[in-house]
C-alpha cells in the first residue's frame, strides 16, 4: 500500500528553467509533508517542509504547493542549476504517536542540464 | 557540528548469518530512527528509539531489531540474513523536540548478502 507517490522516476530540465516535482498521497491523517534531496552515496538531505494547516512554504529557489483536497503536493525549483541533479524524495509524517516514522514516495531523478 | 555517522559503510555477508550496524547521532539529538532503502520498496522505516527506548515499530519481521544506548548511540541487528535484506541501512537523528519530525541521515551501511 503505497501512501505517498510519486509517479514520474525522473525529470530533465534545462538549466535556469523551473524544476516540478510531483507527489500525491492517500493518507488523510498526514499533517506535516517534507522534501528530501539525495545524491550518490550521501544519505537524504531535508530541503522544505510544509505543515497542512499552509498551502505554501517558500524558502529560496524552493517552494512547496500543498493541495489538500486534491491529496497533492508539489516542489518547484527556480531557477534550477546544474548542482541541483539529484534524487527528490517527497516524505509525510503523521505526528500523535507516530514516533520517527517517515514515510517516502520512490523518489524522482532530477537532471539539470547545463 | 558534526553529522550523523553510520559504521561500516560497506559490508558484504552470506546467508544465514548476523550482523550488526552503527549509528551515532548528532550530538544532542536523543531520536534515532532507521530506513532500509531498497530499489524495489524504496525507503521504509524500520523503528525509532528514543532515550533507549524503542518507540515506534515499522512492518519488518522480528529478525530485525534494533537497541539505544544512554549516549544515544544506536544499533540495529539483522540476523539469519536473506538475500532480500541486501539493501542501504540509513539511519536518521532528530531532536525529538521539533513539531514536525524533520530527521538528519546519515550516509548509510550499504549491505549486501551473498
Known amino acids: 500500500d503505497q501512501q505517498v507517490k510519486q509517479n514520474s522516476p525522473s525529470l530533465s530540465v534545462q538549466e535556469g528553467r523551473i524544476s516540478i516535482l510531483n507527489c500525491d498521497y492517500t493518507?488523510?491523517?498526514?499533517?506535516?509533508f517534507l522534501w528530501y534531496k539525495k545524491y550518490p552515496a550521501e544519505g537524504p538531505t531535508f530541503l522544505i517542509s510544509i505543515s497542512s494547516i499552509k498551502d505554501k512554504n517558500e524558502d529560496g529557489r524552493f517552494t512547496v504547493f500543498l493541495n489538500k483536497s486534491a491529496k497533492h503536493l508539489s516542489l518547484h525549483i527556480v531557477p534550477s542549476q546544474p548542482g541541483d541533479s539529484a534524487v527528490y524524495f517527497c516524505?509525510?509524517?503523521?505526528?500523535?504517536?507516530?514516533?520517527?516514522?517517515?514515510?517516502f514516495g520512490q523518489g524522482t531523478i532530477l537532471t539539470v542540464h547545463p | 557540528k558534526a553529522g550523523v555517522t553510520q559504521t561500516p559503510r560497506y559490508l558484504i555477508k552470506t546467508r544465514g548469518q548476523q550482523v550488526t550496524l552503527s549509528c551515532s547521532p548528532i550530538?544532542?539529538?536523543?531520536?534515532v530512527s532507521w530506513y532500509q532503502q531498497t530499489p524495489g520498496q524504496g525507503l521504509q522505516f524500520l523503528f525509532e528509539?528514543?532515550?533507549?527506548?524503542?518507540?515506534n515499530k515499522g512492518n519488518f519481521p522480528g529478525r530485525f531489531s534494533g537497541r539505544q544506548f544512554s549516549n544515544s548511540r544506536s544499533e540495529m541487528n539483522v540476523s539469519t540474513l536473506e538475500l532480500g535484506d541486501s539493501a542501504l541501512y540509513l539511519c536518521?537523528?532528530?531532536?525529538?523536540?521539533?513539531?514536525?519530525?524533520?530527521?538528519?541521515f546519515g550516509p548509510g551501511t550499504r549491505l549486501t548478502v551473498l
Open positions: 493518507n488523510s491523517m498526514f499533517d506535516y
Open positions: 550530538s544532542g539529538h536523543r531520536s
Open positions: 528509539y528514543f532515550s533507549e527506548t524503542q518507540r
Open positions: 516524505a509525510a509524517f503523521t505526528g500523535g504517536t507516530s514516533y520517527g516514522k517517515l514515510t
Open positions: 536518521a537523528s532528530s531532536s525529538a523536540g521539533a513539531p514536525y519530525n524533520e530527521q538528519f
